[in-house]
């Protein structure tokens, strides 16, 4: 009915676009260009005021003014506007539409085995079942969509009623909220009694779920986390090698430093591993967190699970986007694991997907290179081709590591100097005293530029520089000074400065 459609939808206007042709045709030619825009905004005034009468046996009145698309003709020499709109008041709609309207009008109404009993968003604000709210927040999940005033209220019922939920039942809510970006400290500080209270009810899943939403937030709650480990080293033998990986994960970011549990669940992951012949596997995100997890472990205390994670990565390396290529390459660097295998296939991967890095993913790719000792290594080529797409997106740091990265692998291009010298200048004045000295140290080896030279001697604060800094300073500006000749001369005044400061 027309009500139905004025009240809960608003047709595109293609729909609309369709009825009035199919309208047009049952009566007579609409008469110049500017009536496709003036019947769709008296369809949409007469859709608007309809109560309950059918599209069959209902005429309606129209009131409006003629609005031409722009770009066209106004209103076709002698086109008589009033008796044009005396005889749209005349016509009668159609009494059925044509299959594709009616397609699309089935489309829009709601799905009532999806959605339930709610028609609507307010009448879904309403809900204080558990299962209610958990079925509409996974449903919005599904469709991808966010409703901000809907998440309040349904936030709201939950806090206060938090008594009636369970560890198991806020586990979920917390994956639906995380995964809509409307997961909030509040809710997370209501629920603990609950949680600890009831936390022996939860799977192996579950907990993994509570642990992963305070880690999201970075909100530490002592009893919460002391609750959830010690379910953790009852059960560990319940847990997936995936779901460890999450775990683990989600200690780092809490920042707990606890080395024996840490020693465990990497022991439980290489022997379920090994149990399962490699058969599981882990996913790309899966050896990301569990390789960033241990990195801050040590050399010594992390070398089985890396070891094992240059196995796994292997088969999965084309599924490794450009952010995770640069999280397991940062991670490796960190733990000082140097597999040429995994460094070989990650710098494959990485010229696969070049054009996905950001300006800072390329730039610590690049320097995780250098770290390994990777002179000869393709990426530094590829980059390069890469650059003038996120140059001018680099923070002051991001170039500094840039320059540096290819000093390291000794790559030296005159292409990389003309680029970024430009920038350098042009974001002169937000780079501090670190970032000028690696600054230096590059261009020492890549030689002189004027734009360089200009932005470092106007913008380097050497009062910012420590002692040891001072002497690099020192060292790299005579290096530049050989090399400078007699047009770069201002120099001279910022080794002065510099000899001062380190005699001072």
Known sequence: SSSSLATNFFLPKETQVTMLNSMASRSRP?????????????????ASRSSSSSFGSSRRRFTTQVTPISGQPPIAPGFDVGQWVAEMEELELPRSFPSEVAGTIRQLQLNEAFWGRFK?????????????????????????????????RLKTTVIR??????A?????????????????????????EQVVSTLSDCTAQELCLLLDAY???????????????????????????????????????????????????????????????????????????????FAKLGEEKSRDV?????????????????????SLLVSCAHARHADNELLENISAQAQRCISQFSAESLALTLRGM???????????????????????????????????????????????????????LEKAPTFNAVEWLLLLRSYAKLGPNKMFLSAVTNYLKVDELEPG????????????????????APLDQLYSVLREKAHA
């Open 30 to 46: 609409l008469p110049c260009r500017c009536s496709f825009q003036v019947v769709s905004k008296l369809w949409v005034h007469s």
């Open 120 to 152: 609507n968003i307010p009448e879904m604000a309403t809900a204080t079942d558990k299962q209610e709210i958990l079925h509409i927040l996974e449903n919005f999940v599904l469709v991808n969509r966010k409703h901000v005033v809907l998440c309040q």
């Open 161 to 166: 009623r938090i008594d009636e939920w369970t």
């Open 168 to 192: 198991p039942e806020l586990a979920l809510l917390c994956r639906s909220f995380a995964e809509l970006s409307y997961l909030h400290e509040d809710l997370l500080l209501a629920m603990t």
């Open 215 to 293: 880690a999201t937030k970075r909100c530490f709650v002592q009893s919460v986390t002391d609750a959830v480990t010690e379910q953790t080293l009852m059960r560990l033998k319940e847990f997936t090698p995936s779901q460890l990986c999450l775990h683990a994960s989600s200690y780092t970011r809490l920042g707990m430093q606890n080395e024996e549990l840490m020693r465990r669940i990497s022991s439980r992951i290489i022997e379920a591993v090994g149990d399962a012949g490699m058969e599981p596997g882990f996913s790309a995100r899966d050896i990301c967190i569990l390789a960033h997890a």
């Open 306 to 326: 890396f070891n094992m994670l240059s196995r796994a990565a292997l088969p999965v390396m084309r599924d490794f986007t450009a952010k995770e290529l640069q």
């Open 370 to 424: 250098a770290f390994f000792g990777r002179t000869d290594d393709p990426i530094f080529t590829r980059a390069l081709v890469e650059l003038p797409r996120v140059i001018l997106t680099m923070r002051p740091a991001d170039i500094a590591v840039v320059c540096s990265s290819f000093t390291a692998a000794q790559v030296n291009s005159s292409f990389l100097v003309d680029l970024v010298s430009p920038v350098i």
């Open 469 to 488: 800094q001072l002497d690099e300073a020192l060292g790299f500006t005579q290096q530049l000074m050989k090399e400078a000749g007699e047009d770069l």
